[in-house]
Nanobody, 124 residues
């Protein structure tokens, strides 16, 4: 079993920045690709970013490309999401997840463990 706990969410003005962190416990995540998703009220869950197990490759949704950066520290069993130039439409609950299957990065079905989420609210 893997437990994922997100932190770092909060309220920020448009144009501001936040850094989300995802801490894993129970088992190491160092050999797994990891991803971030988000879900706004009344909307479907949306894939945001993914990173390969080694950190060599990163992938982003078009809506966040150039503004968000995903990273990881395998020695600390953590994954982070640096969010800059935030927009009101970035408001959502953000989740980190472990990719446990060969499905595409942007597919929720590819991920087998999920955190409880952290709220990010961007005011205009």
């Amino acid at each position: 079993q893997v437990q994922l706990v997100e932190s770092g969410g909060g309220l920020v003005q448009a144009g501001g920045s936040l850094r989300l962190s995802c801490a894993a416990s129970g088992r190491t995540i160092s050999m797994y690709d990891m991803g971030w998703f988000r879900q706004a009220p009344g909307k479907e869950r949306e894939w945001v970013a993914a990173i390969t197990w080694s950190g060599t490759n990163t992938y982003y949704a078009d809506s966040v490309k150039g503004r968000f950066t995903i990273s990881r520290e395998n020695a600390k069993n953590t994954v982070a999401l640096q969010m800059n130039s935030l927009l009101p439409e970035d408001t959502a609950v953000y989740y980190c997840a472990r990719r446990g299957s060969g499905n595409y990065y942007w597919e929720g079905a590819a991920y087998d463990y999920w955190g409880q989420g952290t709220q990010v609210t961007v005011s205009s």
